[in-house]
């Protein structure tokens, strides 16, 4: 078990770009798949991105396709959510989590980051 560390949630306007890092204590190791999430108050938590740490392939939620990106940094066990053109809601508690599935659902992830708060105002 990795502790993973988030950072980069601010507040923002609307249109603007955010670029959050998700920083793990240990080795990442090759078959894992690292998450994003999200949680807005009184919602469900909803995938935002994954990625496969060893082949780099990526996955979108639909309601962030085209506007974020998800980048690893495998020497640094670090993985990236880069976001562009926020919308008020994309307001939410965005969290960083490792799995072994290829897999948008929140179950098959069993490490889990404590998030970091981006807020969109309009």
């Known amino acids: 078990q990795v502790d993973l560390v988030e950072s980069g949630g601010r507040s923002v306007q609307a249109g603007a770009s955010l670029s959050l890092s998700c920083a793990a204590s240990?080795?990442?190791?090759?078959?894992?798949?690292m998450g994003w999430f999200r949680q807005a108050p009184g919602k469900e938590r909803e995938f935002v991105a994954l990625?496969?740490?060893?082949?780099?392939?990526?996955l979108y939620g639909d309601s962030v396709k085209g506007r974020f990106a998800i980048s690893k940094d495998n020497p640094a066990n670090t993985v990236y959510l880069h976001m562009n053109s926020l919308k008020p809601e994309d307001t939410a508690v965005y969290y960083c989590?490792?799995?072994?599935?290829?897999?948008?659902?929140?179950?098959?992830?069993?490490?889990w980051g404590q998030g970091t708060q981006v807020i969109v105002a309009s």
């Open positions: 989590a490792r799995g072994s599935q290829y897999s948008s659902d929140r179950r098959d992830y069993y490490n």
């Open positions: 240990g080795r990442i190791y090759s078959s894992s798949v």
């Open positions: 990625i496969r740490w060893h082949s780099g392939t990526t």
